[in-house]
């Protein structure tokens, strides 16, 4: 059987690499001249790469057209303290004989014996490379021998080094090192893939270097040029990262073509934050909303997600799906996607339910929104501390931390305003640059929540020296969401970490637009301020009235304290006087007891 990319190859081509399962190769020698010169010749004629595995005692045991990844072998845990048993010869008909990145990621992921690459050239064997693993700080790593001559690679005593290699392995505890370390690459501002960063410090996943390119044009099949992609290439083998990360969105024939020149898993900022919110979403909803989000931008890109997946078994030596699995995964996200959509509709209705009680009741609702990691989590806390309504007492808080979308679950708690009346805060995903249509989308009937407030407080990270651009890009998500019309407060945060010069500046700036307050959440400066600000801010809806209340009819007592908002109470020869605010509705109830 010939795996690997066999279409439109010809009947006679299959038939004469077929006969190359019937050779035997010496054990002590890594192949024999006429298997190389076979393989050399169809490969320069289909223009394609051939690939063979061939085990310890000499036998062919695979037969691919493709790269090294495409021949059959199974993954050998490094535990076993042994490789594979199975050495894989092929050609480079680019006429390159180093080994590819994807040549060394299969020689370490198979624990392969060796790997041997042959360059040809105007249909000429040019060289040869061979790759072996080694173990260098107890890690197992790639070692190449390389443009050497044909003679040379054929009289290389291999059973000898592949000996003394598992007799490292054996004698030193070795690991296998599978962590994620990432090279981040962008071409659009520095501060932008500064950010990158974060958001792979976010996702848990260590940066080792950054990789900026000036371009005026993106390259549609590479992104940033098929020069800058080799260059990455070396650098990423040099560091033995084994993610990159791009800083913008990729297509995904662009993901393909650089997965199969950097040998790694190879992915955009989208992908990044869709795996950050997967991680972080803990209730039902949120896990919802990611997964629709993660299943609408995977769907369209399928057909070009190589090392990501199109690797059914997982392991880099797996063959991928061909179009009938293609096919069946579409169908799969089309009816996921059909399935939670209906969950969100279920989810929504209850929220608006809950809306329309909260409308009811004429309790305002303030909305906290800004850039992620602006300090909302932290401002929803403390304030829920100082101002905590008596039935939100002890409620569990929001979790807060110093990194990137650390909140992705809104919740709504009531709080209590000086004046003594009753307000729901909520607390909201934080937004980015390049925030993901898919996620705005998904997290719609969230954000919801933003529509229908009557007050938003716009918290800002006054301390970041990206205030401006953070500010921009919040402003671009409340515009998608038609809420920037919605009466407002600048909020800026932080100010414990900054010095009074730029603070009045940053004020300055933004006055014309925005009324201004300065506070820090986590020092607790100025709370009091923004809870008479927000007050203030809040349309004003209530009736002042006085009511004295017979003895008799005390569960009207109860009545108001529950539903209004008690300024003053008596207790009188006649009956219970009380005086609140209330509305319409409250108003025509107790009309009978109104002084």
Same mark, same amino acid.
């Given at each position: ?8 190859? *010809? ?55 493709? %790269? ?55 249909? =000429? ?26 003679? !040379? ?10 000996? /003394? ?5 054996? &004698? ?18 520095? %501060? ?15 940066? #080792? ?79 919802? !909303?990611?997964? #629709?989000? !993660? ?55 209850? *929220? ?32 829920? %501390?100082? &101002? ?44 980015? !640059? ?67 010069? =730029? #603070? ?17 959440? /986590? ?12 007050? =203030? ?29 008690? #300024? ?28």
């Amino acid at each position: 059987m010939i795996y690997g990319k066999i279409e439109g190859i *010809r009947n006679s081509v299959l038939n004469e690499l077929e006969e190359l399962y019937g050779y035997t190769i010496p054990k002590y020698s890594i192949c024999t001249e006429e298997i190389i010169n076979t393989i050399c010749r169809i490969s320069n004629d289909i223009e394609k790469e051939i690939s063979v595995g061939i085990t310890r005692k000499g036998k062919v045991i695979s037969v691919a057209i493709g %790269d090294s990844t495409s021949v059959e072998i199974p993954v050998i845990d490094i535990h076993e303290k042994k490789l594979s048993g199975v050495r894989i010869i092929h050609t480079h008909p680019n006429g390159i004989c180093r080994l590819s990145a994807l040549d060394v990621s299969a020689l370490l992921k198979l624990k392969l014996d060796a790997i041997m690459a042959v360059a040809i050239e105007d249909g =000429e064997i040019k060289d040869t490379s061979i790759g072996f693993c080694k173990v260098e700080n107890n890690l197992l790593v790639a070692e190449e021998y390389a443009h050497g001559s044909i003679e !040379q690679a054929l009289n290389f005593k291999i059973l000898d080094k592949i000996s /003394y290699i598992e007799d490292m392995i054996k &004698a030193n505890n070795v690991e296998e090192d599978d962590s994620e370390k990432a090279i981040i690459v962008g071409c659009d501002s520095e %501060d932008s893939l500064r950010e990158l960063g974060e958001l792979a410090e976010a996702c848990e996943i260590p940066v #080792l270097e950054s990789v900026f390119q000036n371009r005026n044009k993106i390259d549609s099949a590479f992104y940033i040029g098929s020069g800058k992609v080799l260059e990455i290439a070396e650098l990423r083998q040099k560091l033995r990262a084994n993610v990159i990360i791009f800083d913008d969105e990729l297509s995904g024939s662009q993901v393909r073509n650089l997965e199969s020149v950097l040998g790694v898993k190879v992915i955009d900022r989208t992908t990044l934050i869709l795996e950050i919110f997967s991680r972080r979403a803990k209730t039902k909803e949120a896990r919802i !909303q990611v997964e #629709l989000a !993660q299943l609408k931008y995977r769907s369209t890109r399928l057909m070009g997600l190589g090392t990501v997946l199109s690797r059914t078994g997982g392991g880099i030596g797996t063959r991928g799906p061909g179009e009938k699995k293609l096919e069946t995964d579409r169908r799969h996200i089309r009816e996921r996607i059909y399935d939670l959509q209906k969950e969100l509709k279920k989810i929504k209705k209850n *929220r608006e339910i809950q809306r329309e009680r909260r409308a009811k009741q004429n309790i305002p609702q303030v909305s906290l929104v800004g850039y992620t990691n602006a300090g909302k989590s932290t401002l929803r806390n403390t304030l829920c %501390d100082v &101002a905590a309504s008596k039935d939100n007492q002890g409620k569990e808080k929001v979790f807060e931390a110093n990194m990137l979308f650390a909140t992705l679950d809104t919740t709504t708690r009531a709080i209590t305003l000086p004046s003594n009346r009753a307000i729901t805060l909520t607390d909201t995903v934080g937004f980015v !640059q390049k925030l993901p249509h898919e996620l705005v989308e998904a997290f719609k009937s969230t954000l919801e929540e933003v529509i229908y407030s009557d007050l938003l407080c716009h918290v800002v990270d006054a301390s970041s020296p990206k205030y401006a651009e953070q500010i921009e890009a919040v402003e671009g998500v409340l515009g998608e969401l038609n809420a920037l019309e919605k009466p407002m407060l600048l909020v800026l945060n932080k100010i414990d970490l900054i010095t009074a010069e =730029e #603070l009045e500046e940053i004020k300055e700036r933004y006055s014309k637009n925005y009324e201004i307050i300065a506070i820090s959440a /986590y020092e607790k400066i100025n709370l009091d301020e923004l809870l008479n600000e927000i007050e =203030e801010k809040l349309p004003f809806t209530l009736e002042e009235k006085e009511y004295l209340i017979p003895y008799s009819d005390q569960k009207m007592v109860a009545y108001l304290h529950r539903v209004a908002n008690v #300024l003053e109470e008596d207790y009188r020869d006649n009956g219970t006087y009380i005086k609140a605010q209330v509305d319409e509705e409250i108003k025509n109830k107790c009309s009978e007891f109104e002084i």
